[in-house]
């Protein structure tokens, strides 16, 4: 086990820089409100009333919105740890596609909870408006807290699918990238030398093969003048 020698060191710490980063801040922030929409309805969602012994939901004596509370806040909660253990060793991923459907179905979800968050918060405060305001002993505050926290989940999970949906448009795979490169790579080899590179100019000379064939065979000389000889007077 490597124990850092300075704070500097751990700072630098790869635990420290993932826990920096704004993805896994929003999720871990996502986690808490859902383990308190879930866990402050299942601790003090279900009161009996004044006048009976029997467990009710305090949101407007509706089981199902108790139920629905718990269901969505335990599912969120778990989904926001999945995918931090799944973002913590997305480094060691080295298959694009698997990469691509990770962030897609990231990218899904976050939107599907948002609209499920979004239908829960309407939902829950329309049960404690109808609600009788001294139906129960206890439980308003659990209540008020799950319906608080359903809002401000709204807005976390907006914020996720767009951190999904910025991490699939840089990281998208391009198809023709592989084949685009070896083409640069061809156009680069069949292109012609540059000013600056050497250009191997051929040495002329007998013992050049295109030495003789740039000489002209002696047929094709072109002929002299006959010379005029001066005869002497006798």
């Known amino acids: 086990m490597h124990i850092p020698e300075s704070l500097q060191d751990l700072a630098d710490g790869e635990a420290v820089q993932f826990l920096k980063r704004p993805k896994t801040i929003i999720r871990i922030i996502g986690g ?13 969602g279900y009161q009996n009333k004044t006048e009976s012994s029997k467990l009710y939901c305090v949101l407007n004596s509706n089981n199902v919105a108790c139920s629905f509370a718990v269901g969505a806040g335990l599912l969120a909660f778990l989904n926001c740890l999945t995918f931090l253990a799944l973002d913590a060793h997305e480094s060691c ?42 139906g129960f002993l206890l439980g308003s505050s659990s209540a008020q807290a799950a319906i608080a926290f359903a809002f401000f989940s709204i807005f976390i999970w907006i914020f996720q699918a767009y951190a999904a949906l910025h991490d699939l448009r840089n990281d998208t795979t391009v198809p023709y990238k592989r084949s685009l490169d070896e083409g640069g790579v061809v156009l680069t080899t069949l292109s012609p030398p540059s000013a600056a590179s050497p250009v191997n100019t051929p040495t002329t000379g007998p013992n050049n093969p295109s030495y003789a064939s740039s000489a002209l065979p002696p047929y094709l000389t072109t002929p002299k003048a006959p010379r005029l000889a001066m005869m002497p007077d006798n």
């Open 32 to 44: 808490v409100f859902s383990l308190i929409v879930f866990s402050s309805l299942l601790t003090d």
């Open 93 to 134: 991923v080295s298959n694009t596609r698997f990469r691509t459907a990770f962030q897609l179905l990231d990218f899904i979800l976050a939107v599907l909870w948002t609209g499920i968050w979004l239908v829960g918060f309407c939902f829950l405060a329309n049960q404690w408006r109808h609600s009788p305001p001294k």
